[in-house]
Each structure stands twice: as C-alpha cells, then as structure tokens.
C-alpha cells in the first residue's frame, strides 16, 4: 500500500510543501565547494555560450529605468 503524507511522521508531503527552509541545517563548508564545483562544471558550456540576440534585447529592456 502507498503511503500518503498523512502517513509520515510529520504529516507533510516530501516535496516540501509546508516545510520551513530555516529549519534545514545549514551546508557544510566541503558540501557547499563540492556542489559549486559540481554546477560550474556542468553548467561551463552554457556560461561560456554567447548569449541569443532575443535574451539579450530582453536583458537590455529591464537595464532600461522605467518612468
């Protein structure tokens, strides 16, 4: 039988709907140099990429002050 949010012992549902995120313990400094290393790694070809013509008129859009 499946077991339902109501079933676990806090009573909420595991996509962290309801939870309070201060109540998470803080990362450590090694997991936190090994999660950015692991992001730039595999995020290196998208930073490096040119950016596209129609993000980067967007981008000029919001650099706009508005009034």
Same mark, same amino acid.
């Given at each position: ?14 996509? *962290? $709907?309801? /939870?309070?995120?201060?109540? !998470?313990?803080? #990362?450590? @400094?090694? =997991?936190?140099? &090994? %999660? *950015? $290393?692991? /992001?730039?790694?595999?995020? !290196?070809?998208? #930073?490096? @990429?040119? =950016?596209?013509? &129609? %993000?980067?008129?967007? /981008? ?8």
């Amino acid at each position: 039988m499946s077991e339902t949010h109501a079933d676990r012992p806090n009573g909420k549902a595991e996509s *962290g $709907q309801g /939870l309070d995120p201060s109540a !998470a313990p803080p #990362l450590n @400094a090694t =997991v936190r140099r &090994h %999660l *950015g $290393q692991t /992001l730039r790694g595999h995020y !290196a070809d998208t #930073l490096s @990429a040119p =950016v596209d013509e &129609h %993000l980067e008129a967007l /981008l000029a859009k919001l650099d706009k002050p508005t009034g």
